[in-house]
């Protein structure tokens, strides 16, 4: 689960300021919000990221953000920063005047999650309506447990797609497909969901 941490109320700033030691955390309402990772999630996290880089970059499509880069881009939420799993933001729509910015606040086309060990299903739902609510286009739901993407757009309908099938950029990355199983390790065997943690 994410745990909020007892914490002095502290700015986004404050969590730059912090380096290797603001590294795992979100900022909630100037709280630290502690993200509870496992090796397979942030193989699953990178190998997203990397697929999508490689499609993207050279194609100059726009920018692929990797685990750890934070967001500020919440106006009616000063001390917010979100870090998702990946994010991917259009070559168009990320000026100059970001690259040197403490944080990104520019909303991302399309948002990563990768389910962490103990996410609830509150806590992962909670963080896909926001990215929807405040721009994000698709938002990708990565389950470690069944193997499985569960993809939410801005419209508001939602898509399942299994392993054995291939996860499309639809019109946010135009031309990218890529096979679920390309996201896991060969050999890790799907387990069904517990009650009251997240798919």
């Known amino acids: 689960m994410n745990v909020l941490l007892e914490t002095p109320s502290l700015t986004p700033d404050d969590l730059l300021n912090m380096k290797d030691e603001g590294k795992g955390f979100e900022l909630v309402d100037g709280h630290l919000v502690e993200q509870h990772v496992s090796v397979l999630s942030c193989l699953v996290s990178g190998m997203v990221h990397a697929l999508l880089a490689a499609y993207c970059h050279p194609r100059q499509l726009g920018w692929v953000f990797p685990q750890e880069s934070g967001f500020q881009y919440d106006p009616t939420a000063p001390k ?26 520019i909303v991302p086309d399309l948002a990563v999650e990768v389910i962490s060990p103990n996410d609830t299903f509150d806590e992962v739902d909670m963080k896909v309506q926001e990215y929807l609510r ?37 019109d946010v990355v135009p031309g990218f497909r890529c ?14 969901t517990t009650n009251g943690t997240a798919p």
């Open 80 to 105: 917010k920063v979100r870090k998702p799993d990946a994010a991917f933001i259009r070559q168009d729509r990320l000026p100059e005047s970001e690259w040197n910015a403490g944080y990104c606040r």
């Open 179 to 192: 096979a679920v199983s390309r996201l896991f390790p060969a050999g890790q065997i799907s387990t069904p």
């Open 134 to 170: 405040l721009g994000v286009q698709i938002v990708w739901v990565v389950s470690l447990r069944t193997r499985q993407v569960y993809v939410h757009r801005r419209d508001g309908t939602m898509a399942k797609v299994q392993e054995g099938e291939e996860l499309s950029g639809e």
